[in-house]
């Protein structure tokens, strides 16, 4: 599309507007604005228009001005409530300073439309571009109510500190990723913008949701909005909940009672591996007769588990490892004397067996020695010694329960 038919046909430019799903109530919270050329009952985006170096940022400055006045006078004629997400680029804010988005929105705040109602996107890609200059502009935006999302967030982790030094109020996950990305490699990273997202206040906005499956991901992992086809098209129209492509509510209640039934199975399981400890705690004789008490373990957990050990309150390992190598158990006594009261939420846990007298599983994580995906199952035998452990990946591949 050549960019002087777009500038000089602004008639022809109109705001499209894809909804933002709340996950709390389910409901329309607002709308990213997109620009389309519309021309002989046919519509093309600008999406070529904008990315396109070539093309001045004054040009691309000026169809956004137009199609965000648009959309403000779309917003208040229908009187409909909720968001506006506008694009920008590093670039196009740096245009006389950002100043001509400002003015615009002071103007459209007379006449009713809050400053706080409007939440500026930016790419995590253009944090490599004048940063400097960036944040403070968008922190003098936000002086004034306005809001911040940064979009693609994950792409580049060298950013984390960037994205907490401005404090976004939103942070878009691209469900893309789930797809092209190693799953575990990826769910490493939504842990991280999970923890990120809760330290700096931010909301999580899962975007480009085509299926079911990204769905449950983005509600699975904390996503507060959602935004897709799945969900909802781009429309001229502002379309209201009523609209929309299926019924989240009853998409989420059978997440809800998937994941009831999962933990339930866990709970259970857990339950009867208690069982299993308690009905051996006859034979336990203390720590001078530790390695025999793990031989009895050891049969009543040789298909779950492929090591384990006992430790005091303070973290040593007051016995051998008992490692299982194809299909037998192999004593490893240089292990006894090793401290792992350095392990994150070691002590806090033994602390939690201690006050509660029952046993724990640990999230699944990488085991440094095998490098698999395991969990350890952790019970206190009385209030100074405790047993550990270490269940296999294949049996927690085999119990999906086990897997989240």
């Not at 923890?195 to 699975?220: P, T």
């Amino acid at each position: 599309m050549d960019p002087l038919d777009v500038v000089g046909n602004l008639h022809k430019v109109k705001p499209a507007y894809q909804p933002i799903i709340s996950a709390i109530k389910y409901d329309v919270i607002g709308y990213e604005v997109l620009g389309r050329y519309h021309d002989k009952n046919e519509s093309q985006s600008l999406g070529t228009f904008f990315q396109d170096d070539e093309v001045p940022e004054e040009f691309k400055v000026e169809v956004d001005q137009h199609i965000l006045q648009l959309a403000i006078t779309d917003m208040l004629e229908e009187e409909k409530a909720g968001y506006l997400f506008i694009n920008r680029t590093a670039k196009q804010l740096m245009v006389n300073d950002g100043e001509d988005l400002l003015e615009m929105l002071l103007m459209f705040e007379q006449k009713g439309f809050a400053m706080n109602r409007v939440i500026i996107e930016v790419t995590e890609h253009d944090f490599d571009q004048e940063f400097k200059t960036l944040s403070h502009l968008l922190l003098y935006y936000k002086t004034y109510g306005i809001q911040v999302a940064i979009d693609h967030v994950g792409a580049k982790s060298s950013n984390i500190d960037r994205i907490r030094q401005l404090e976004p109020h939103i942070l878009k996950i691209d469900t893309k990723h789930i797809r092209t990305h190693n799953s575990e490699g990826f769910q490493d990273i939504m842990y991280s913008l999970s923890m990120l997202a809760h330290r700096i206040g931010a909301a999580l906005l899962f975007e480009n949701i085509e299926d079911d499956f990204q769905l449950h991901f983005a509600w699975k992992n904390g996503g507060r909005y959602y935004q897709g086809h799945y969900l909802a098209r781009p429309d001229f129209n502002l379309l209201s909940k009523d609209s929309l492509s299926l019924n989240i509510s009853e998409k989420v209640a059978a997440y809800i009672q998937r994941e009831k039934m999962l933990i339930e199975q866990r709970l259970s399981i857990l339950t009867t591996w208690e069982q299993k400890v308690k009905g051996l705690l006859s034979k336990w004789e203390g720590p001078k007769k530790v390695d025999g008490f793990i031989d009895l373990v050891t049969h009543q957990f040789d298909k779950e588990s492929f090591r384990m050990f006992i430790c005091d309150s303070n973290g040593l390992q007051v016995s051998s490892n008992f490692r299982k190598r194809e299909k037998e158990w192999e004593l490893e006594p240089h292990k006894k004397g090793s401290n792992w009261a350095f392990r994150p939420y070691f002590l806090e846990n033994v602390m939690q067996m201690k006050i509660s007298n029952k046993g724990i599983i640990s999230d699944i994580y990488s085991d440094i020695e095998t490098k698999e995906m395991v969990r350890t199952f952790s019970f206190p035998l009385n209030d100074q010694h405790f047993l550990f452990i270490d269940i296999r990946y294949s049996f927690i591949y085999e119990n999906e329960c086990l897997l989240i």
